[in-house]
């Protein structure tokens, strides 16, 4: 896959890598980024070969939230449609057909907490930060941090991010659930990697089915996410691929639609 000027794109076998590449500004989101991502993500999650993909930053940040300087200068009109473009990024992330995984290499604030969130597994470096300053500076989260955040950390802690504005280092992050593993800042590619093989590894409808289920059960009761896990397994079953699945565990044999990529056994 080709880079773009703001976005670098690759591949290894069936993890894509997705790079924010504005380190002189730590990666601030700008249109230009933000109209990058928001072309690739579908082109990337339409590829079949690719099974997993991964989030990260260039130098030394995540994405230090949305370009400060376009957004001041910006008539309400075009305010208003740059917020809805990375509100669009949110909806992108949230129904991608395949696991997406935040690799925090280092300050992730405002935008870029939020596409953190909107992520499945959020990894961290020890160089990490995490926060939503807008409150400091008059404003307020704009991209779904208001239901995503909750749903990770709970009502308390999100208050406290959001009307405080204080940034959480990586091991505070970790232990209120915003971050799902912390590690060295030189492992952090290798260990996001490592998860997308073992990501790769499970059948993908049953993926996509499983975060359905998930989504779902956030929004219903018990009863209703029983009955739609029955209607799920049936859809697994009637696919064909959980039956390999079964024969090939059964033969103590990778299943057939197991196609692991070159190196993954050194990124174990």
């Known amino acids: ?16 890598v997705l790079t924010f590449r504005r380190p002189e500004v730590l990666n601030a989101l700008d249109q230009e980024l933000l109209t990058s991502l928001l072309g690739t993500l579908p082109a990337v999650t339409a590829d079949g070969s ?19 300087r376009s957004m001041a200068a910006a008539p309400l009109p075009e305010f208003r449609h740059f917020v809805e473009d990375i509100q669009q990024l949110t909806r992108v992330i949230q129904a991608s057909p395949i696991p997406v995984i935040a690799a925090v290499n280092g300050v992730a604030v405002g935008a870029g907490c939020e596409i953190a969130c ?17 409150a400091r500076i008059g404003l307020v989260v704009t991209s779904g941090a208001s239901w995503l955040l909750p749903r990770l950390v709970g009502r308390g802690w999100a208050r406290r991010m959001l009307f405080t504005g204080d940034l959480l280092e990586a091991a ?10 912390v590690c060295e800042p030189d492992e952090l590619l290798a260990a996001a990697m490592a998860l997308g093989y073992r990501l790769a590894g499970s059948e993908p409808l049953a993926v996509r089915l499983s975060r359905s289920l998930l989504d779902a059960a956030e929004e219903e ?26 024969r090939a565990f059964l033969e103590k044999r990778q299943p057939g639609y197991r196609t692991p990529a070159a190196g993954e056994e050194a990124l174990r």
């Open 172 to 181: 505070e992050a970790h232990r209120i659930g915003l971050a799902d593993q």
């Open 118 to 134: 909107a992520c499945d597994i959020r990894i961290a470096s020890h160089a990490a930060m995490f926060g939503f300053p807008e």
């Open 1 to 16: 896959m080709a880079d773009r000027d703001s976005l670098d794109v690759r591949t290894d076998g069936p993890v894509a």
């Open 221 to 246: 009761s018990l009863e209703s996410a029983l009955r739609h896990e029955v209607e799920a397994i049936l859809s697994c079953l009637s696919g064909g691929q959980a039956r390999e699945g079964l």
């Open 50 to 68: 690719v099974r997993a993909i991964v989030l990260t930053g260039a130098g030394r940040a995540f994405m230090a939230g949305a370009d400060v």
